[in-house]
């Protein structure tokens, strides 16, 4: 299996917990004897919102800037906040007959949320060249501060959320000032900018049109769960057959596992890999695949979602005796939807043992652990 590779994401808000570890503790190198006899050759016992275009790199370089009148030792982070999103929306105000301030922009915003409004922000620029837009103005901006959380060995780097009101203005050619006050949640950093200096950037907004961090994955409904689960348990078991001119690969399968599921169904599917190899077993094939999604939480941590869902299939095993009888049984899984933005994937994470009535993650003794952190 390959090492386990520890992703920090930026920090968040909690998030919800879920009643299923990825048991992280137990992706170790497979050791140990197999789990009973009793089990098949399956491993198993017997019996979309919103998009944007992400902003093209850009040659000038990102100057970084201290906040005026404040101290990296002695933070007083409602005015720092305030001062912040003054220079923010200063950065976004059009005057008449003059220009938008993107460098100051660019200093103020890391990824993602600087892909995101960069991206929107090129289009307001685009308009003002082109003389379509002629004037932005932002009043009334009120911070709030709602959150603080301190890192590091003085504490005073940190993260906050800070919800933010201003009232927009905008003229357009041919068509009469409009207003508009809107509310908005903005997640920040705070750093130490030289010797006592302060940056903050903001890295992160809540979506109004999705309710969502934009960091967060896209949204996946239930029923596009269960398609990508009827095509992920197909592969799932072609992976656990042997048929002529398909070889039994018990390493195609690992990659479709995770967790203490893993370390349950991979010490089996070697053994099964020895048995093919001195030809005690000539046939494995799997028919009647048919999954139901049982449960979908698309938020259950901040790299994909968990699935609770039942799977029926029938299996037929020739031996070097001759074949066995076919075999239906239907069995339940946890499996993680991990986000990638090249390519999410399913990964089968927990397996209930009908033989003793419970989840292996149980019986490996893990506990739930929810990180902001992805795997490879």
């Not at 959150?147 to 009469?176: C, I, N, P, Q």
């Not at 790299?303 to 339940?332: D, F, M």
Request: hydrophobic residues 40%; charged residues 15%; neutral net charge.
């Amino acid at each position: 299996m390959k090492h386990l590779e520890i992703i920090r994401l930026a920090p968040r808000r909690p998030r919800l917990l879920v009643a299923v570890a990825l048991a992280l503790a137990t992706c170790g190198p497979l050791t140990g004897g197999p789990p009973p006899a009793s089990t098949s050759l399956s491993g198993e016992p017997s019996a979309s919102p919103p998009t944007f275009v992400v902003a093209g790199p850009t040659e000038a370089p990102i100057t970084a800037s201290a906040l005026a009148n404040a101290s990296y030792t002695h933070p007083a982070l409602a005015a720092e906040l305030q001062g912040v999103f003054e220079l923010f929306y200063r950065a976004r105000t059009l005057p008449r007959g003059g220009q938008f301030d993107l460098a100051a922009l660019r200093g103020l915003v890391e990824q993602p949320y600087a892909d995101y409004t960069l991206a929107l922000f090129d289009k307001e620029i685009a308009d003002a060249q082109a003389g379509q837009l002629l004037e932005v103005g932002f009043s009334g901006i009120a911070v709030s501060l709602l959150d603080y959380s301190g890192f590091g060995a003085d504490g005073h780097s940190g993260l906050a959320h800070a919800s933010v009101t201003r009232t927009r203005m905008e003229v357009r050619t041919g068509s009469a000032p409009t207003r508009e006050a809107a509310t908005y949640t903005f997640a920040l950093h705070r750093n130490l900018l030289g010797s006592d200096g302060v940056r903050w950037t903001v890295y992160d907004f809540t979506n109004p049109a999705t309710g969502r961090w934009i960091s967060e994955p896209p949204a996946v409904s239930a029923a596009q769960a269960a398609a990508e689960l009827r095509t992920f348990f197909n592969e799932f078991y072609a992976a656990r057959s042997l048929a002529p001119g398909q070889a039994f690969d018990p390493y195609r399968s690992a990659g479709l596992v995770f967790g203490s599921y893993y370390t349950y169904t991979m010490p089996l599917l070697m053994q099964t890999q020895k048995d093919v190899a001195s030809g005690a077993v000539k046939e494995i094939r799997y028919a009647n695949i048919s999954t139901q999604l049982i449960s979908w939480d698309d938020l259950a941590t901040s790299h994909g979602g968990i699935a609770l869902v039942e799977v029926t299939r029938t299996s037929y095993v020739t031996r070097a005796g001759g074949p066995e009888a076919p075999q239906t049984a239907t069995y339940r899984f946890r499996l993680h939807r991990h986000f990638d933005l090249a390519n999410p994937h399913w990964l089968a994470v927990d397996f209930f043992r009908p033989d003793v009535g419970r989840w292996v993650t149980d019986l490996a003794g893990t506990t739930l652990r929810l990180l902001d952190a992805g795997h490879a």
